[in-house]
Structure formats: structure tokens, C-alpha cells
């Protein structure tokens, strides 16, 4: 397994500001993700974040707005840029070590007032 | 276009009895299914998983079984204890799609004393 922290656990933030969520794991791994889970929703994959190069982002998710940094194999960044009421989400970076296996971080509460 | 469905939203189980979670998948590239398990407040933490060349993978009190002719898995915990009241989500990847995990909309799960 793996052990992810996330900062800051929660946060409150005034539309229109930009707030950037740092993951770190405990060892390295290649495979990082960024995930939304909306209130009373599920979770959905926002971007897949490569060590070294532009992350990949699913559709409806762009980099404008969720800038996505990975400067090593231990930590990665999201930054939820100009936001609204409507990313009020968690947001939770995983990774997954090897195959048929991927463990989250403890997410990252945001509200956006 | 929603590829992996619980479509139960909610499970009410006595405490020792059997709790049987389901969950159904569209997608035939899906090689592999994972079980979480997600308090509020905190992320998802992986339970078990099950490669689609098995039918059945156990773990302790979790059982999951896979039935590919169906699309259909489900998760057994025997017995029920009051602290696996949580919210329960299937999720569904492939090693072709780089690991990227589809998650179902999750089961509340109440387990009564």
C-alpha cells in the first residue's frame, strides 16, 4: 500500500480566488490521480498528473482551470483556479503502486462561498 | 453514459447478519474491480479487488465475487459489525486505460445493533 497525506484538509474560499492542494506519498510511484467527488455524488477521475510532463485531463476537465504540477515521483499539486460555488467538492489525489491496486489520499474539503 | 451502477443507494443489515453490496458494469475492457470503503471526512480505503480471470477473491470477512457473462460483482461481509456503517463504492479499471478507475455511485450501508 501507500501512504498519501493532502494540505490542507479543508478549506473555505471566496469565489473568483484560486486554492492549489498539495499530495504527498510516501514512496515512489508513477501513477498519480487527481479525483472530484461532488456533494452526494460519486467520485470522478479529473486528471491523470505525469511526472515530468502536462497532465492528462478527462473530458469536461481542463487545464485552465485545474492546473495540475508533478515535479517528482512523491508529490503532485492541483490548483482549483478562479472558482465558483459550483467546486465545492473533495478532492482527493490516489495512486496506484502497481496493477489492479490504487490508494487515496484523505481528500480535501472544499467550499467555496 | 454511466459504465459501473450500484443501484442500490442504501442497505440496512442486523449486526452478524450477512450484508451483500451489488454492482453492475457495462464495459467488457474492465479487467479488474476494486471495493472501498469511504467515512465522510475521509477518503475511500481499498477493501479488495478482484481481477476478471477469477470469480471470487476473499479476504477476511470480505468476499467479492465476479460473474463477467452477468457484468455483475458483488461484496459479501460476514458478519456485519456496526463499524462497517460507511458508504460503500465499486470501482472499475483497466490496464489498458492506464489504471483510470470508474466509480459507481456508491451504497450507504447501516448495520444495526
Known amino acids: 500500500s501507500a501512504v498519501i497525506s493532502q494540505k490542507p484538509s479543508r478549506d473555505i474560499c471566496q469565489r473568483g480566488t484560486s486554492l492549489t492542494i498539495q499530495c504527498q506519498v510516501d514512496s515512489q510511484v508513477t501513477m498519480m490521480f487527481w479525483y472530484r467527488q461532488q456533494p452526494g455524488q460519486s467520485l470522478t477521475l479529473i486528471a491523470t498528473a505525469n511526472q515530468g510532463s502536462e497532465a492528462t485531463y478527462e473530458s469536461g476537465f481542463v487545464i485552465d482551470k485545474f492546473p495540475i504540477s508533478r515535479p517528482n515521483l512523491t508529490f503532485s499539486t492541483l490548483t482549483v483556479s478562479n472558482m465558483s460555488p459550483e467546486d465545492s467538492s473533495i478532492y482527493l489525489c490516489?495512486?496506484?503502486?502497481?496493477?489492479?491496486?490504487?490508494?487515496f489520499g484523505p481528500g480535501t474539503r472544499l467550499t467555496v462561498t | 453514459d454511466q459504465q459501473v451502477k450500484q443501484n442500490s443507494p442504501s442497505l440496512s443489515v442486523q449486526e452478524g447478519r450477512i450484508s451483500i453490496l451489488n454492482c453492475d458494469y457495462t464495459n467488457s475492457m474492465f479487467d479488474y474491480f476494486l471495493w472501498y470503503k469511504k467515512y465522510p471526512a475521509e477518503g475511500p480505503t481499498f477493501l479488495i479487488s478482484?481481477?476478471?480471470?477469477?470469480d471470487k477473491n476473499e479476504d477476511g470477512r470480505f468476499t467479492v465475487f465476479l460473474n463477467k457473462s452477468a457484468k455483475h460483482l458483488s461484496l459479501h461481509i460476514v458478519p456485519s459489525q456496526p463499524g462497517d456503517s460507511a458508504v460503500y463504492f465499486c470501482?472499475?479499471?483497466?490496464?489498458?486505460?492506464?489504471?483510470?478507475?470508474?466509480f459507481g455511485q456508491g451504497t450507504r450501508l447501516t448495520i444495526n445493533p
Open positions: 490516489s495512486v496506484a503502486p502497481g496493477p489492479r491496486e490504487q490508494y
Open positions: 470501482a472499475a479499471g483497466a490496464i489498458q486505460g492506464a489504471q483510470k478507475l470508474v
Open positions: 478482484i481481477s476478471s480471470i477469477k
